[in-house]
């Protein structure tokens, strides 16, 4: 299960990463040149389209961060979790 919480570690760190040559270098290391990353309002395609997605979604939502906020569901070649997304420094209760 650490292979696949540190993919998903990426993961979340490509959406949050601003510099476009950093957030490229997540993408390359989380996705294959292949791979998808679909959204029920978005769909990336390959690095260029997940990296569009992620830029539209970071022009869209400025100062804001994504966190994952549940435990992994990982299987066969499924991973499931949850997340938020958070105005930058904003601090959850306990619980929350």
């Known amino acids: 299960m650490d292979h ?3 993919i998903v570690d ?3 760190a490509a959406w949050n990463e601003t510099d476009p040559a950093r957030r490229r ?3 390359a290391r989380t996705w294959t ?3 998808t990353d679909l959204d029920p309002l978005l769909a990336g395609n ?3 389209g997940i990296d569009a997605m992620i830029e539209a979604v970071q022009s869209q939502f400025p100062g804001y961060r994504f966190r994952r906020t549940g435990n992994l569901d990982a ?3 499924r991973v499931r979790f949850t997340w938020e ?3 930058e420094g904003w601090i959850p209760l306990a619980g929350g």
């Open 4 to 6: 696949v919480q540190q």
């Open 10 to 12: 990426r993961y979340i």
């Open 25 to 27: 270098e997540l993408i």
């Open 33 to 35: 040149e292949e791979g």
């Open 46 to 48: 390959g690095h260029d």
């Open 75 to 77: 299987h066969h070649d």
């Open 85 to 87: 997304l958070l105005p």
